[in-house]
């Protein structure tokens, strides 16, 4: 997702978002433990979505 529209949401849907993205991340890095992860770049991805949703919960406080 692109962060204007995460901008759009309200605080507790990017904290029910985030939640989500954590629990995707720890799913894709257990594919990638059992080698058994298509896409990498997922990973990265996934990763920098939580870091956008992070950085706007922090502006919006």
Do not use: C, G, W
Request: hydrophobic share 35%; charged share 45%.
């Amino acid at each position: 997702m692109k962060a204007q529209q995460y901008r759009e949401m309200n605080p507790e849907e990017l904290k029910d978002k985030l939640e989500e993205m954590q629990r995707h991340l720890f799913d894709l890095r257990s594919q990638a433990v059992t080698e058994k992860l298509e896409n990498s770049k997922a990973l990265i991805n996934v990763r920098r979505d939580i870091a956008r949703i992070k950085t706007i919960m922090r502006e919006k406080r």
